[in-house]
């Protein structure tokens, strides 16, 4: 039975939610950190490729993510939830996962387009794409952009699930969290 038919998000639902949820917020703070030059270059090298590397496994766990949620469809809203709050959600559910994917795709082809490999984790490395003029500098573009959006969308996201849980008090939250259907 899927999430669709139940009402509520199964144990793997909830799983992939969780980890890519934690997994995606420290690789934001990470990135923040590596766009803004908080670290001289030596100290951002070493970071760097940890976030290239965790970035590129994130994209198939990602990929995974996406496909399990659209084999499993997404519950139904609960009951009484004004039309725009259906719609704002469906909305930013969906830019969630496109971001989700965007990222580190993005991130990979700004490495291996503009001329560098990925090391990963010191097991063998990614290596360069033939260098495309400006394709490098376009998915740095694409990156940075994403990277904003992802954050803009996880804002809103748990702005509406705090929203639910504390103010609505409706169960969305506790299927997320327990599983459980809201009453």
């Known amino acids: ?45 070493p970071l760097r490729d940890l976030h290239k590397a965790t970035g590129t496994v994130l994209l198939f766990v990602v990929a995974w993510r996406v496909i399990w949620r659209l084999r ?43 001329g560098r490999s990925i090391d990963m984790f010191g097991l063998f490395a990614i290596p360069p794409l033939a260098e495309i003029e400006g394709a490098g500098k376009l998915a740095r573009a694409v990156h940075g952009y994403a990277a904003w959006a992802l954050a803009a969308l996880i804002t809103l996201h748990v702005a509406a699930a705090l929203k639910h849980l504390v103010v609505d008090k409706d169960g ?5 969290v327990t599983g459980k259907a809201p009453r």
Not at 28 to 45: K, M, P, Q, Y
Request: hydrophobic share 55%; no cysteine; proline share 4%.
């Open 1 to 45: 039975m899927n999430d669709l038919q139940t009402g509520t998000y199964g144990a793997i639902s909830r799983a992939n939610h969780w980890i890519v949820s934690l997994a995606f917020f420290g690789m934001l703070a990470v990135g923040f950190i590596l766009s803004n030059d908080v670290l001289t270059r030596e100290e951002a090298g």
């Open 72 to 114: 499993q469809g997404f519950p139904a809203p609960v009951p009484g939830l004004a039309a725009w709050q259906v719609t704002a959600s469906r909305l930013v559910h969906w830019g969630l996962l496109v971001a989700l994917i965007v990222m580190p795709l993005s991130g990979m082809l700004m490495s291996l387009l503009g």
């Open 172 to 176: 969305t939250v506790a299927r997320m």
